[in-house]
């Protein structure tokens, strides 16, 4: 199954002078066509961070959207970044100057410009607010930090190069609600299962109220995750605790 994250980048987001406001739309753009996210990181203004990372996710074969750090300013890192991640230069690509000039005439010039130096290669994902192109490499795709921008970027890209995936991936997740038993009850249950499902992923998720509740789930491949469910089931059942389906 094809594994999809998101790098979000910016000092900005993580000093709170402004909010993420990309996490919870990717996963609602992703859940309405079927797909799900992998994973999500946060990095800051860190030139070696963020090629360190893109190099890892590249190396994985990851689908990957990457928010922020595009434009032209002296702390926008992630174009060179991206170059360094994949071993390549970075140059300007006619395209992006084509879009840039027709949007801005000739103010595009001398700094707007700078917006289509790009790592050698690339394609790119055009931009429907301001035709100032985000681009891609290696199955990452990167998009302005803007959420109006942005998001339609990352629907294009979707609708443009994984629509084969929509609705296809054998992935589901189910849980039971188990009563009077906190994590630490369950913990020997829990490794049991792992062991007996390495492909599956277990989550568990403890409810604050009077009655020590907790959700045990296991999620993956839908007949594993029942076969698994199955166990779970009877394991809780075996040490005496209460559960309810979800």
């Known amino acids: 199954m094809q594994n999809f994250g998101i790098y979000i980048i910016g000092d900005e987001i993580l000093s709170g002078k402004r909010k993420d406001a990309h996490l919870s739309k990717i996963i609602e753009l992703f859940s309405a066509r079927g797909l799900q996210l992998a994973w999500a ?3 800051g ?6 090629t360190s ?12 959207f990457s928010f922020g750090g595009i434009g032209a300013t002296p702390d926008d890192f992630t174009r060179q970044c991206a170059a360094d991640a994949a071993g ?29 130096d790009f790592p050698k290669g690339c394609d790119l994902i055009p931009n429907p607010i301001n035709r100032v192109a985000g ?6 795709y990167f998009v302005p930090g803007f959420p109006e921008m ?7 890209v979707l609708e ?20 009077e038993a906190g994590e630490s009850d369950l913990i020997d249950l829990m490794n049991h299962m792992l062991s007996q499902y390495p492909m599956l992923k277990l989550f568990s998720l403890p409810k604050s109220n009077q009655r020590r509740t907790t959700e045990l789930g296991m999620k993956g491949e839908s007949e594993q995750v029942k076969l698994a469910m199955d166990a779970l089931k009877s394991g809780v059942t075996a040490l005496g605790y209460p559960w309810a389906n979800i």
């Open 160 to 179: 443009t190069y994984y629509s084969h995936l929509f609705h296809t991936q054998n992935y589901v997740e189910d849980s039971i609600l188990v009563s």
């Open 41 to 43: 990181n946060y990095l």
């Open 88 to 116: 390549v230069a970075i140059e300007r690509h006619v395209g992006a100057v084509a879009e840039i000039e027709a949007q801005y005439g000739e103010s595009a010039y001398p700094k707007r410009v700078l917006m289509a």
């Open 53 to 64: 990372s893109l190099k890892a996710s590249m190396a994985r074969g990851d689908v990957v």
């Open 150 to 156: 942005a998001h339609p970027m990352v629907e294009w």
């Open 45 to 50: 203004d860190i030139p070696e961070q963020i």
């Open 135 to 140: 681009f891609s490499i290696h199955q990452h």
